[in-house]
């Protein structure tokens, strides 16, 4: 649909005119965490732990790291396990369960030392935990990142939400450019056929593994600032226009390495579709 059919329905309605864009989103400060120690806990896995680090004194944490999702250790989660088995490749859903726990040991010897340093935006990360869990990204004492790690080695998939990381000295880079390393570090772990990867079927593909749709979980997101909107068929192209703050976006799925095919309802009633990009969704 073209930018003056949806004018035509109305559109303008629910999307600004285009403008400056708006100001950083209103993230909350990044945190830094230091020489850190794993608690041990039954519910540790490969992305998710309690730490407790040695600058605070009066609390412990459940972090969950960005950009990346480790397989299932257990089999309580039939659906899941088929979903992870399905990215990776593997035709037996029980061996993602080997991985998970290959993973889960992988992610406690990264973490051994006490000496790691976990950085937290304190964003709420859902799980099945009753406790708050806030997304991270954690680094070695000689500065290796436990994504990457757990990536490049075959034991994650780089899947769900991540952040811009440019305000961190220790990273100093995008979110864009974080997803498309971890994508270089998946395609390497691939072809050694490492992790998940031994048990794959299917051959590496460059332009598969670095230009493939990011994967998301279907949901919706109330928008707390205005967001541009892309055309479906051209998402390299120029926005239509901005979906006005307050609105609720239903993420469909993936689109590319860094949009979302979208949809959200007017205060009319008209349904419309189009991509927006995570970075903006808060995804």
Known sequence: MNVSVLRTLGFSAALLALAAPPSASAAKKWREYTECNVIPNASNDGDSFHVKPSNIKTRTYLFRLYFVDTPESEKSLPERLQEQADYFGIANPLDVVKVGKEAVKFTENFLADGKFTVYSRLADALGRSAKDRDYAMVLSADGRDLSYELVRNGLARVFGSGTDLSELEAYGKSEDFWWRRLRQAE??????????????????????????????????????????????????????????????????KGATPDKAHVRFTTSSGQVYEGLARFVDLGI
């Not at 892309?230 to 993420?251: E, R």
Request: net charge negative; hydrophobic share 40%; proline share 11%.
């Open 187 to 252: 395609l390497e772990a691939k072809k050694e056929k490492l992790g998940a990867w031994a048990y794959s079927s299917g051959p590496a593909n460059p332009l598969e593994a670095l230009y493939a749709p990011r994967e998301v979980d279907e949901q919706d997101v109330v928008l707390s600032r205005p967001i541009y909107l892309y055309p479906l068929d051209a998402p390299n192209g120029q926005p239509m226009g901005q979906i006005k703050a307050g609105l609720t976006v239903h993420v469909v």
